[in-house]
């Protein structure tokens, strides 16, 4: 009785959360169509219908409107808009017979739109990847840690890229395929040009990698939340100019060895501080080759430093100034976290 009286009940929510889904759309179509996109609309439409060229365009114009300025001046909703055109690409091209070249170009839709997409339809997205993922033919599921991670990583998923130090003038970011990513780790002897996969959310993007990763308690203490879980991976001799951040932090060393040099919130004023916005909270020092003519109240400040080890974890306080650089190819995790009260000092 209980299972026959379940299944109207199931199929009505089914059909409720379809009809929400629907409306979702049609009011970002909407909103497009406020913003001038009728010609993505229009091509929206022809896509839902079935058309695959009319997706792929669809596709091309939000991206073209995602680039059109700097990117905190890109309208929110054109970000929905690419996430609603990846998720059209993709389910067309992993439709009935598709082979495995066509859902490896469906899943890097979807990976896209998980990227540069809005969060309107990231649900949609993370479903739309287990469902293409499960069912192609050539992923194999592999039993054991280092095979789901290898997995994981290796599935041509597109992930956002950095360059060198973020301070540098030569800096630059890059979106590439994580394959791509690894030849460059693999084959890069240029330290003015390394490649750096930093402060990246990794287990957004691959939650097969989410899976094995535990919170801390600590990350609870005080009545904490957890804010922000990244991953740091890169080659020998990559750096993270000294820089302070909000949260408290606390830094796993998963493979490889890493320097960190810590100095105390107190110390702010005499780290010279770029006076730049964005910048804030950077020091203009480079720990690396220190001007003492022009930073003088740095030669004789205090500080910590350690090599972080495989297996081992630093806590580092919010506003504590904090530089980091790898010893070795490297993977980090970072946990930052919240309080309802910092620590006092000297705990």
Known sequence: MGGESG??????????????????RAALLRRITEEGGFAFVSS????????????????????????????????????????????????????????????????????????????????????AVQRIAACAEDVVVADGCKDKWREGISNNRDLAEVGKNYVC???????????????????????????????????????ELRDDIM???????????????NAWF?????????HQDPHHNLFAQVIGRKYIRLYPASASESLYPHTESMLSNSSQVDLDNIDFT???????????????????????????????RSLSTSFSVSFWWSATAYPSEGA
């Open 294 to 324: 022009e930073f003088p109240k740095v030669e004789n400040l205090d500080f910590f430093d350690c090599v972080l080890e495989e297996g081992e974890m630093l806590y580092i306080p919010p506003k504590w100034w904090h530089y980091v």
């Open 215 to 229: 919170i801390p308690d600590y990350c609870f203490a005080g009545g904490g939340e957890l804010r922000s879980l």
């Open 44 to 127: 929206a439409e022809k896509a839902a219908g079935g058309d695959l060229r009319a997706a792929e365009a669809a596709r091309e114009m939000a991206w073209e409107q995602l680039h059109s300025g700097p990117w905190h001046e890109v309208v929110p909703a054109w970000r929905d808009a690419y996430a609603m055109a990846c998720l059209h690409v993709a389910e067309l091209r992993a439709g009935a017979g598709a082979g495995a070249g066509d859902r490896r170009e469906a899943l890097r839709a979807l990976d896209m739109g998980l990227i540069m997409g809005g969060p309107l339809l990231r649900r949609d997205l993370d479903e």
């Open 169 to 207: 003038s030569e800096w630059k970011q890059e979106l590439i395929t994580f394959s791509q990513f690894l030849e460059r780790v693999h084959s890069n002897n240029c330290p003015s040009n390394l490649t750096y996969l930093a402060q990246h959310p990794l287990f957004d993007q691959i939650q």
């Open 7 to 24: 299944a109207p009940a199931a199929e009505a929510a089914k059909t409720a959360a379809v009809e929400v889904d629907e409306e979702r």
């Open 234 to 242: 890169g080659p020998l001799g990559t750096v993270t100019p000294l």
